[in-house]
């Protein structure tokens, strides 16, 4: 049965009780003295601070009440947690913020905070606050936040990111913000910031958590201005050889501090403290709030310690809010009577803030929820493009030269795949000082030799910060833990503070253990922040599976329908080197102009190759361009590229990526043969090149889709859909890899897509 003591009610109840209780002082302190001795609180600022944790639970309440009849949508709320208000109030406005959500606290000292500074009345934003939050409850499009779209704590105008993922999932965003404040000349928030985060104390022990732990911590990360606040509620919270406190305390790289988060004087204390050691040291640290969880996500729901009553007892005697109004009763700057009655009014000012907000408008359309998702302006990619091939041509001139050493690579004849990826790369840097490439061993060459000499040449700058004055530009060649989740993490809070990262993972097994990082904080920033923040990034993933399966099964990975139902990203896989250079700067450009995330998935097994039809032709290879053609070999995201084999049309290759050099071979063989053969190379498999698609399959009536992907969930499914709802009228046949790991040596060409199969389907439609 659950505990009646942890209903809201019964929660208003206790807090009364235990109010009622308190007995005032003979002497009354100051308010402008310290609110005990020796704390650093004063008394003015205690109150104000109950006034934000007053808030906080009473948005708790309302948002219980707005769920009764169905018009509230979110009700996990911060009742236990109102503490982290000191937290806010050792801080600066300035400093960036992601917020669990929990942390409504935390959030009304902001937003009250800035209303001091600007010179305008604390209570006033107190309520605007509360409105604010309400707003996410009921989905309004009012919502500072999302707009509409969640229940999150962000708030451009109070320097709040949203923390969009599951517990723990925004801390490498954090880490990798802190990181990258030094390095951005064009961040929003001032050199000497500290960034935050909050999270709860189950998260501690999550993959992502200890990516961040290790961004921040790792030696020779260079200034990493983080300050985590763990939240931590567990049943073995106050002491220090609780799970979380050991678990924190052992991180190396980390400063420890902890405090009682029910106490709001000690809470500020260590959190002056700590926040004080980041800002000066520029190095990170850790803040454990020892906090109790007095409400569930639900008036209905229950977690495993509801159910222990002497457990959720001792919680309530631990109320922050009780334990604020002994400070200021006992400190003689309230009475009982006056702290009931606040809370009173607090809770009619929050009840009017949600009955305000209940008619505000909803999103109506898909339109409208997709509008902040991922803005695409190929026309100004274009201009970006043919601008950054005027700038290498002219004024970059001299430094291009210098980046390449002199030797520059329009001039090395034929390239590779690799080759031309890794001049790409090198232009890039020495154009735009907000790019930075990065990942495991990148300064050596990553993990197949592509960005080997990029470091020393090509406009990669000192990590001595003696070097850099200004602290900004230092390292724009990073070497990453080898952790995926770490690489992304550095490269999110890169692409926040205004830098264009391009991080490369391991491969598509390493990408898979990272997946919420690219597909839920990557993607989501721009939707969950209504445009106001954005993370552009080139994710460079070497993969796809090579004929022998060299390496096993985690290094062919050939799975992409972890990224085919990304909303908003883009998926690029290059097959040659003549594609590969301007598919690369169309992704570089989209995210420069729109904030684009790109996934540039680059076939491992075509790296060098050189022929095509047969030994020695050097068919593969292909000359880099120098910038006055850049403009001419644009590829706009989303247009195939199509070949064109004999003079008949009667077959449709579709393919991309290793597909496209054994259906040209094919399509060479069967022209031979008398048959005239279309082959498309997708290059772009998110969006899928839709009108060259249906075009070119409708010219000859005859589609094979060759896909070395699985034959469930892969990209030959969303090139079959895409015909279907094209209205394509003809026959089509699908060659994929069968629905099974790529296994090591001969035994892998049983799983994968052959020229064979590729003939044999084609001489099938053929016949038709």
Not at 70 to 77: I, K, M, Q, S, V
Not at 117 to 129: F, I, K, M
Not at 479 to 494: H, N, R
Request: hydrophobic share 45%.
């Amino acid at each position: 049965m659950l505990n009646r003591v942890t209903t809201p009610q019964n929660l208003d109840e206790r807090f009364r009780d235990a109010v009622s209780a308190l007995r005032p002082p003979e002497e009354r302190r100051d308010a402008a003295d310290p609110v005990r001795e020796g704390s650093t609180l004063t008394g003015a600022r205690t109150r104000a601070l109950f006034d934000a944790q007053l808030t906080a639970r009473h948005l708790d309440l309302a948002a219980r009440w707005l769920r009764s009849f169905n018009e509230g949508f979110a009700t996990t709320g911060s009742a236990g947690h109102e503490g982290d208000a000191a937290v806010a109030a050792a801080l600066r406005g300035d400093d960036p913020a992601l917020l669990h959500q929990r942390s409504a606290a935390f959030y009304c000292v902001r937003a009250s905070d800035r209303a001091v500074s600007g010179g305008g009345d604390p209570s006033r934003r107190l309520e605007e606050a509360a409105r604010d939050v309400l707003r996410g409850v009921v989905a309004s499009v009012r919502d500072p936040g999302t707009g509409g779209r969640d229940k999150i704590l962000g708030n451009p105008d109070l320097h709040l990111l949203p923390a969009l993922s599951t517990p723990g999932g925004h801390l490498p965003r954090a880490a990798g913000l802190a990181r990258a404040l030094s390095r951005a000349a064009a961040a929003p928030w001032p050199e000497d910031a500290v960034v935050v985060a909050s999270f709860g104390g189950a998260a501690a022990s999550s993959p992502a958590a200890a990516a961040a732990f290790e961004l921040a911590g790792r030696p020779g990360a260079g200034p990493v201005p983080l300050l985590l606040i763990c939240e931590d509620d567990g049943a073995d919270a106050t002491g220090e050889d609780g799970w979380a406190a050991t678990l924190l305390r052992g991180r190396p790289g980390l400063r420890y501090f902890s405090a009682d988060g029910c106490d709001l004087a000690a809470v500020h204390a260590a959190a002056v403290e700590a926040a004080g050691f980041v800002r000066a040291e520029r190095r990170p640290a850790v803040l454990r709030l020892a906090t109790v969880h007095l409400l569930g996500p639900e008036p209905s729901s229950a977690r495993p310690g509801d159910l222990a009553g002497d457990l959720r007892v001792a919680d309530l005697a631990r109320d922050p809010l009780v334990g604020t109004a002994r400070l200021l009763v006992e400190a003689g700057l309230l009475g009982p009577d006056d702290v009931i009655t606040r809370y009173d009014e607090v809770g009619w000012q929050v009840r009017k803030a949600a009955e305000e907000v209940l008619g505000e408008p909803k999103l109506a359309s898909v339109g409208e929820v997709v509008a902040s998702l991922a803005p695409r302006r190929p026309l100004r990619v274009s201009h970006a493009v043919t601008e950054a091939a005027g700038r290498a041509a002219g004024p970059g001139a001299a430094a291009r030269a210098e980046a390449f050493g002199g030797n520059l690579p329009e001039h090395a004849g034929p390239m590779t795949l690799a080759q031309t990826i890794t001049a790409t790369l090198t232009d890039a840097l020495a154009a735009d000082p907000a790019v930075l490439v990065l990942g495991p061993g990148a300064t050596a060459g990553g993990p197949h030799g592509v960005t080997a000499g990029l470091s020393p040449g090509a406009g990669a700058v000192s990590a001595d910060p003696s070097a850099d004055p200004g602290g900004r530009g230092v390292d724009r060649v990073l070497d990453t833990p080898p952790d995926a989740s770490a690489v992304l993490g550095l490269a999110l809070g890169a692409g926040t503070a205004g830098l264009i990262p391009v991080p490369e993972v391991t491969g598509l097994a390493a990408l898979h253990t990272a997946a919420e990082q690219l597909r839920v904080e990557a993607a989501g920033m721009s939707l969950l922040s209504s445009g106001s923040y954005r993370n552009p990034m080139v994710l460079r993933v070497p993969g796809l599976a090579q004929p022998l399966g060299l390496g096993g099964h985690l290094a062919n990975d050939n799975s992409l329908a972890g990224l085919r139902d990304v909303p908003g990203i883009v998926v690029a896989v290059p097959s040659r080197a003549s594609d590969a250079a301007p598919m690369l700067r169309s992704c570089l450009a989209a995210a420069a102009v729109d904030g684009t995330v790109s996934v540039f998935l680059e076939p491992v097994a075509l790296y060098q190759t050189r022929d095509l039809y047969q030994q020695g032709d050097s068919e593969w290879l292909s000359p880099y361009q120098e910038p006055s053609a850049w403009a001419g070999e644009h590829v706009p995201i989303g247009r195939a590229r199509i070949y064109g084999l004999g003079t008949a049309q009667d077959l449709t290759i579709v393919t991309y990526g290793n597909g496209v050099r054994m259906s040209l071979r094919v399509a060479a063989q069967l022209a031979a043969d008398g048959y005239g053969s279309r082959v498309v190379d997708l290059r772009w498999l998110n969006p899928l090149p839709l009108a060259d698609l249906v075009r070119e399959a409708s010219a000859t009536g005859r589609v094979l889709i060759v896909d070395e992907t699985r034959r469930s969930g892969g990209v030959g499914e969303g090139v079959l859909a895409a015909l279907v709802d094209g209205a394509f009228v003809g026959s089509v046949r699908r060659v994929a890899a069968a629905d099974a790991p790529v296994p090591l040596g001969p035994a892998a060409q049983q799983v994968l897509v052959g020229e064979d199969a590729i003939t044999q389907g084609a001489h099938t439609l053929l016949a038709r």
